[in-house]
């Protein structure tokens, strides 16, 4: 059984959500050619300090940074390192904050300078599916009706759905019940209640679905190379439509 949150811990929640949304364009502010992974890392974990919150990725089972960092055919879980990021690449960003008792989390997949057409839309198709994803996240909705909506979508472009790893209830813990998968079967799973929040977050592949676990036992790899992108946004459940407690604006329209 998942308890809804109070408005109260919404807020709290949408103070954490804005500062990964602002973290995450801190990053983006400075993704190009010739960067280290590692540089992206420092300035995260810098802003999250700087506002007073913990980076709360750092030191979760043992994640030795506050970002996870996947490049190309990396799903999630990459580890920050002395990697340049170079021209064509994707870099997916994952960020968590823990602030005033609760956690944030989003993620976004950077163009590093001009990638082929072929990436562009796998961008743009994975994030669309995280809309379609937050409009089927509604009251009286159940789980599933969220992934069918993700997958139906993303499929219908020739791209697949990573089925290993899935979005989650977030609050005082990062990982809460329900888990929401990115697949999945209209009504089936668990209800949707308002004051419910999750997190959403298509991992898609351009190829395959399948993936694997590197040997360092974290990072997840699409086995046949292709590229993996991958958007998340934490959103409270209402009864009509879904309010996002993080955004993508900080990134896409250059506030601050
Ligand atoms: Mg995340
Ligand atoms: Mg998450």
Redesign the pocket.
């Known amino acids: 059984m998942v308890k809804p949150k109070t408005e109260e811990e919404i807020e709290l929640m949408r103070e954490n959500g804005i500062l990964v949304s602002r973290t995450l364009a801190e990053v983006g502010k400075i993704v190009a050619p010739g960067v280290s992974t590692k540089e992206l890392n420092r300035v995260a974990e810098t802003f999250i300090r700087d506002n007073g919150a913990i980076p709360s990725f750092l030191g979760y089972d043992g994640f030795p940074a506050a970002l996870?960092i996947s490049v190309n055919d990396t799903v999630v879980h990459g580890f920050p390192s002395d990697y340049l990021l170079k021209e064509g690449d994707i870099v997916s960003v994952?960020?968590?904050t823990f602030y005033k008792g609760y956690n944030g989390?989003?993620?976004y997949t950077f163009p590093v300078g001009e990638v082929d057409a072929g990436t562009r839309q796998l961008l743009d198709v994975t994030k669309a599916s995280l809309y379609k994803g937050i409009e089927a996240a509604v009251a009286g909705n159940r789980t599933g009706d969220i992934g069918h909506a993700v997958q139906t979508y993303v499929e219908s472009f020739g791209f697949s759905v990573v089925r290993e790893l899935e979005g989650h209830g977030i609050g005082r813990q990062m990982h809460e019940n329900p888990g929401v998968p990115n697949y999945g079967l209209r009504g089936k799973g668990k209800l949707l209640v308002p004051g419910m929040t999750i997190?959403i977050?298509p991992m898609i592949n351009a190829g395959r679905k399948d993936v694997y676990l590197a040997r360092n036992g974290w990072e997840v790899r699409t086995c046949d190379k292709r590229k993996s992108a991958h958007y998340?946004l934490t959103v409270v459940v209402r009864n009509g439509h879904a309010e996002q407690l993080s955004t993508f604006d900080y990134i896409e329209n250059q506030i601050n």
Request: glycine share 10%.
């Open positions: 996870c994952d960020c968590g989390d989003s993620a997190c977050e998340e």
